[in-house]
C-alpha cells in the first residue's frame, strides 16, 4: 500500500481543508492548478498496471468537495500513470465479479443515512438486507485478500453500522464536533504521507472523534490525518 502514500497526502488536505471554506466551483482553471501541484511520479513505482474503484454516492450528507475530491483522484493517476480509475456509483459493482476488476476501492465521502449507516441497505432497501450483507462481505473479503481500501472523510459512515466492516476501517464514526482550530504536528516528519507538509504543523477546522474497534492493521489507509484516535 505504499504506493498511496502520495495520493493519499493531498487527497487529506483537500477533503479536510476545503470542506470548511465557501464553496469553491469546480472549473478547468482548479484543475489546472491541482494538476501543477501534483507530483509527476509515484512515490513507489507499481510492479503492475494499478485499476481503481472510485465510488463517490453518498446518500446521506452531501459534502460539496466530493467532486473535486474525484478529480484529485484522477489528476494524480493521469499524471503519476500509477493507477487507471474506473468511476461509478453502482453498488453492484461490489458483487465478487465485479470486485476481481481492481487492486483497491477508493471510497470518496460515502456518507450513509442516520441512523442506520449502511449504504447498501440505503440503496436496496431493509426487504433486501440479506444482499446488502453480501456486498459488504464480498468487500471485506476484498481487502483481507490483500487489495487495498482507501476511505475519504465521510467515508467512515459507509457501514458504521456494521462491527465487522468497522474493523476493517479501524474505528466507527462517534460523532461531530463543532469546527474549531486544530493544530497536528507530524510525528515523522520524513513519513511518504506527512513529507509534502515540510514538517510544518497542520491546522485543521473539521474533525471527527472515532470509536476505536480494531487491535490490528489492515491493508488500508484513511485518509483523514486531523482525526483524534
Not at 120 to 126: A, E, I, N, Q, S
Not at 155 to 161: L, M, P
Request: proline residues 5%; hydrophobic residues 40%; charged residues 20%.
Amino acid at each position: 500500500m505504499k504506493k498511496w502514500l502520495t495520493i493519499l497526502t493531498l487527497l487529506t488536505w483537500t477533503s479536510s481543508v476545503l470542506a470548511d471554506l465557501p464553496e469553491i466551483k469546480l472549473t478547468p482553471e482548479w484543475k489546472a492548478e491541482i494538476t501543477q501541484k501534483a507530483p509527476s511520479k509515484p512515490t513507489v513505482q507499481p510492479q503492475k498496471e494499478q485499476t481503481v474503484l472510485l465510488f463517490s454516492l453518498m446518500t446521506g450528507y452531501q459534502h460539496w468537495v466530493t467532486p473535486h475530491t474525484s478529480a484529485v483522484v484522477k489528476i494524480l493517476g493521469d499524471k503519476t500513470s500509477a493507477y487507471n480509475v474506473i468511476e461509478s456509483n453502482d453498488i453492484n459493482m461490489f458483487s465478487k465479479d465485479n470486485l476481481k476488476k481492481f487492486d483497491a476501492v477508493i471510497l470518496n465521502n460515502t456518507c450513509s443515512i442516520s441512523p442506520q449507516r449502511n449504504m447498501f441497505l440505503d440503496v436496496l432497501g431493509k426487504e433486501k438486507e440479506q444482499q446488502a450483507k453480501q456486498l459488504e462481505q464480498n468487500l471485506i473479503n476484498f481487502v483481507a485478500d490483500g487489495n487495498g481500501l482507501v476511505a475519504i472523510h465521510g467515508a467512515i459512515v459507509f457501514i458504521n453500522s456494521s462491527e465487522a466492516f468497522c474493523d476493517v476501517l479501524g474505528g466507527a464514526f462517534d460523532f461531530h464536533p463543532d469546527q474549531q482550530e486544530v493544530i497536528a504536528t507530524p510525528c515523522d516528519p520524513n513519513h511518504p504521507l506527512t513529507k509534502a507538509f515540510k514538517d510544518k504543523p497542520l491546522i485543521q477546522l473539521n474533525t471527527y472523534n472515532i470509536c476505536i474497534v480494531f487491535l490490528f492493521m489492515h491493508n488500508y489507509i484513511f485518509s483523514d490525518i486531523c482525526y483524534f484516535w
